[in-house]
């Protein structure tokens, strides 16, 4: 069902066509004016796999050769069943067994001798054969000859350029990226003694601040109520009395794997306003998996009431927009290293800002700042470039708060949360 809620983005389809154009002409003009050279050396694609039973990501990287790129779409066909899930540093589609990869806004440019990489994930049924036979911006690349569209298995790369030696092209470093609308980031969080009244600490002006106390074990009723968003299936949600972060009662949730076990509690009271800082702790018990989860939702009015969700990929705290299933940090290697993963057994603080006057969002855990969990709507490579460049002027208008567990296909736990807090400003653990 992960892959349904993928949505190749069709627009893309006319700029591949203009970047294959512009592509063939360079390479026209290329081979009148070099006369006599050295051999040219052609663009080089290299694929390298990372997989495991049912799924895989690969890293790829590209290079024009001595030739610069000025834009470029890769495209490549897989031999076996795989379905692309996910990219990063690029905008990725495909249609039945061809892949096309187009340059984001940042790593379009190219210098000749040099390489950038972009990163796709997927799922496959049966074999998950390594992809040889590559073109770049409609050319054949490693060595293949131009008119033959075969596999290139036995071409040498190693003969092809000094690709491999070459800088890999990047946005910089994300730490300077400033988040100029997330308030005084400097401001020290409220760290409060173990609250044992049942009585969250932060309350003052929010307008969800909740410890479950006032509510009756078992099914959640009055001020929360549970959403089975999809399909109804074994995931549930109580209002527990054996463990607490405050007083003597928490929401439980029980998420099971598979699409239909989706369970959420929902919040009585709307979201109001344009900006939303929101407090929880949480404790689960099983790692965050690979594969994409949610456990906190937002219907968003302002993106087709499409959510804005927090969760998990590759074992570490994520956003998506459900909308066009972009993630935050991008789920390539260097980005998914910028977020941290939740401990188990432990209730951590969870915070977040998000903004629907500018589109910045920031998150916390345990009171620090997560750079790849950090969005400041200028496109950075590997934290928020497939955010950005996918919705420049996205601008949430959040309606209703809820948390739960929803996973795709894999992926169960169980959790907690307690002292629930959302408000119009920092609230602090
Ligand atoms: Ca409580």
């Known amino acids: 069902m992960w892959i349904s809620r993928w949505r190749p983005r069709r627009g893309r389809a006319v700029a591949a066509a203009a970047a294959l154009a512009s592509g063939l002409a360079a390479t026209a003009v290329a081979l009148v004016i070099a006369p006599g050279a050295n051999a040219a050396t052609g663009c080089q694609v290299t694929y390298t796999p990372n997989s495991w039973p049912g799924g895989f990501t690969a890293n790829i990287r590209v ?124 401001s020290a969080p409220v760290t409060s003694a173990p609250v044992t009244t049942g009585t969250p600490v932060g ?26 968003p ?22 439980k949730v029980n998420g099971a794997a598979g699409y239909c076990n989706h369970v959420f509690v929902q919040s009585a009271t709307a979201l109001t306003g344009n900006t939303w800082y929101a407090r929880f702790y949480v404790r689960h018990t099983t790692a965050l998996p690979t594969s994409h989860v949610t456990f906190l939702a937002m219907r968003d009015t302002a993106d087709g009431n499409r959510d804005l969700r927090m969760g998990g990929q590759n074992s570490k705290l994520q956003w998506n927009r459900e909308s066009d299933d972009a993630t935050l940090p991008a789920q390539s290697p260097a980005g998914v290293a910028q977020s941290v993963d939740l401990p188990t057994n432990t209730w951590t603080c969870v915070e977040f800002m998000v903004s629907g006057a500018n589109g910045q969002m920031q998150t916390w855990v345990n009171g620090s700042d997560v750079p790849g969990l950090r969005e400041d709507m200028v496109s950075t490579q590997d934290i928020d470039g497939q955010w950005v460049s996918s919705r420049p002027s996205w601008r949430p208008a959040l309606s209703n708060f809820r948390i739960g567990w929803e996973s795709y296909g894999e992926g169960a736990d169980t959790l907690w949360y307690d002292d629930v807090a959302v408000g119009s400003s920092r609230i602090g653990c």
């Open 203 to 228: 309350c003052a002006g929010a307008s969800i601040c909740d410890g479950f106390e006032g509510l009756a074990a078992g099914t959640p009723s009055g001020a929360w109520s549970i959403q089975n």
């Open 230 to 251: 999809n399909c109804s299936g074994s995931g549930s949600a109580t209002i527990d009395t054996t463990t607490a972060r405050s007083g003597s009662k928490s929401l």
């Open 63 to 186: 290079s024009g050769g001595d030739q610069a790129l000025n834009g470029w779409t890769v495209t490549w066909s897989y031999a076996g069943d795989q379905r692309i899930t996910n990219g990063w540093n690029a905008t990725v589609s495909q249609s039945g067994t061809s892949v096309t990869a187009t340059n984001m806004s940042y790593n379009g440019n190219v210098a000749a001798n040099s390489a950038t990489e972009f990163g796709v994930q997927g799922t496959y049924s049966s074999s998950n054969p390594t992809p040889t036979a590559f073109a770049v911006n409609g050319v054949a690349c490693n060595g293949a000859t131009p008119t033959t569209a075969g596999p290139v298995t036995s071409a040498p790369v190693t003969t092809r350029g000094p690709v491999t030696s070459a800088p890999v092209t990047t946005a910089g470093p994300v730490t300077s990226a400033p988040v100029t609308s997330a308030g005084p980031v400097t």
